[in-house]
């Protein structure tokens, strides 16, 4: 009798783990957009949340800032924005869609990358202006392009360039392309002869394939990147726990390992030392005082 009390409750216990409706581990996805240039940074860092918070899958939708801003507006389900700057997150939020105030979570900085076989023979910014340069930018919307342009601003205003300067870079532009990546990949692949993107977008698989040329920091423009909850996520709570462990001390590690500035630097810019870095020009020239070569 005891025997056959005790095998009909493993019998019941077996029953209650398979029966509809009984509890059970529920899995919960976060859908997250993000600017192109976060891709090795976040898929990490995804994969690190992963492990951090079993039965929660992270998915991934990277492209240019203006483009997922404009998909968020039309009402894709989202659950967390990652922008490249500060412009396309406040589109978003014109449209009432963030829930709260957007979090800076990183910075980066811009560099100009040339073929490592440099055929346009480009050893610094001035070279850029040379006739005949095949430049590759960022189209317009895109933050990175917004950043190149006040960076030819700047440039325009210091007497070492001026306005001329800007004007024969600008003639240079050969292509448009929808975000940064692709920026990148048409000088790694040799269809350009320079191109303008972030340092955190000369990542190993492009590594060999390109030279850095460093912007000094009175001409360069620190990118800033914020991220927001979209108020349609599906679980705010666990978002939150996402944006969180971006600005942990685990999630800032892995951003500053693929060249990124942590929000918890003292520091505003990272030191930039790879081994095809050129060093360019390190401070501005003041106007009536002739360059010395």
């Not at 990652?82 to 869609?97: H, I, K, P, R």
């Not at 009175?218 to 666990?238: C, F, G, Q, R, V």
């Amino acid at each position: 009798m005891i025997r056959s009390l005790f095998l009909f409750a493993i019998l019941l216990t077996l029953a209650a783990a398979v029966i509809p409706g009984a509890p059970a581990r529920q899995e919960q996805t976060l859908t997250v957009f993000a600017a192109s240039s976060l891709t090795d940074a976040f898929e990490e860092i995804g994969t690190a949340f992963e492990a951090a918070n079993p039965g929660a899958e992270v998915l991934f939708s990277f492209a240019g800032s203006a483009t997922l801003a404009t998909q968020l507006v039309e009402g894709a389900p989202v659950d967390i924005f990652a922008s490249a700057n500060n412009t396309q997150m406040q589109v978003v939020m014109d449209e009432g869609l963030v829930i709260g105030t957007p979090d800076i979570f990183a910075q980066n900085r811009l560099v100009l990358i040339i073929p490592s076989d440099n055929p346009a023979e480009i050893q610094n910014l001035h070279d850029l202006a040379n006739e005949g340069v095949q430049l590759v930018v960022a189209a317009p919307a895109v933050p990175v392009r917004e950043y190149t342009n006040l960076m030819l601003e700047r440039m325009a205003a210091d007497c070492a360039y001026g306005d001329i300067y800007r004007e024969h870079v600008v003639d240079n532009i050969v292509s448009e392309e929808d975000n940064v990546r692709q920026v990148t990949a048409k000088v790694a692949l040799g269809e350009a002869d320079a191109g303008i993107v972030y340092l955190s977008d000369v990542t190993p698989d492009v590594v060999d394939d390109v030279r850095i040329i460093d912007i000094p920091d009175h001409l360069n423009t620190i990118a800033t990147y914020p991220i927001a909850i979209i108020n349609s996520a599906a679980d705010p709570a666990l978002a939150q726990s996402f944006v969180d462990f971006v600005q942990s001390d685990e999630g800032q590690a892995i951003l500053v390992e693929w060249h990124f500035v942590s929000v918890q630097a003292t520091e505003p810019t990272p030191e930039v030392t790879p081994e095809n870095l050129l060093t360019p020009e390190s401070s501005p020239t003041p106007c009536g005082v002739p360059e010395t070569n």
